[in-house]
């Protein structure tokens, strides 16, 4: 479960009332008003003109009261390296500036591959892309060939799924343009898990309908797992016949 409130979640089944905990967290409307000012999952900056474009994303390690020192690095690896492929970097080193820290730098090949992680139209499909393996570590083949997509004008936009799930997450894409998302629970677990606990999947990417056989199909014949999720909307949050309400009343 999403690890701030673990605990509290453990002990209500009402989605909507985990949904209200969580985003009257501080933290997190603090991370929503980060992504709305700067809708992006790295920081981009370009070095000189007409030379070339940097992004730059990081990541701090999982508790070692949680993990054990490999697992908690291996995750801020995962963190760093997912949020420079969904903003449509190519990895080309990674930092640790302190014993905690990963930065991880990318180059775009052109600006016009700079990707947001918000959603931007009403009506564009949503999808989750690639998987986290066994060993929590992520396929890199899958960020390259996210990357490729996003450099085939293939993907509207893309959002690493970070540690505190994936309802989460769909909130930090839906913020900046105040839109919402009406998705599909996952057959195979349950809700409650499937919007609060780990994701299994990397990332959100939309795309809209002139992008979306393209993308599929290219993921396929790449053998990187895709799954439908559902569609944005105006505002409203829905997971199947569920409302969780407005976008707007999530936002302080």
Do not use: W
Request: charged share 25%.
């Amino acid at each position: 479960m999403v690890e701030i409130y673990e605990q509290q979640i453990a002990r209500l089944d009402d989605l909507t009332e985990i949904s209200a905990l969580l985003s009257e967290d501080p933290n997190f409307q603090k991370s929503l008003q980060k992504y709305i000012n700067n809708p992006y999952d790295a920081d981009v900056e370009r070095v000189a003109k007409g030379v070339f474009t940097l992004a730059v994303s990081k990541a701090e390690s999982p508790s070692l009261d949680r993990y054990d020192a490999t697992i908690a690095v291996t995750k801020a690896n995962n963190e760093a390296l997912s949020k420079l492929a969904c903003t449509g970097a190519r990895y080309l080193t990674t930092k640790n500036s302190d014993d905690r820290r990963i930065n991880a730098l990318g180059q775009f090949m052109s600006k016009k591959y700079v990707t947001p992680m918000s959603f931007d139209c009403k009506g564009d499909t949503i999808y989750l892309v690639g998987s986290i393996e066994e060993d929590e570590a992520v396929c890199q083949e899958s960020l390259n060939v996210l990357v490729k997509a996003i450099e085939n004008d293939m993907v509207t936009s893309a959002h690493y799924i970070s540690s505190n799930g994936l309802f989460l997450s769909l909130l930090e894409s839906c913020a900046p343009n105040r839109l919402g998302f009406d998705i599909t629970g996952d057959a195979e677990i349950e809700d409650k898990e499937f919007l609060f606990g780990q994701s299994k999947y990397i990332a959100i990417v939309t795309v809209n309908d002139a992008q979306e056989n393209d993308f599929v199909d290219f993921l396929f014949n790449n053998s990187i797992p895709v799954t439908l999720l559902g569609h944005v909307t105006k505002g409203e949050l829905r997971l199947d016949e569920l409302s969780f309400g407005q976008i707007d009343e999530f936002i302080e």
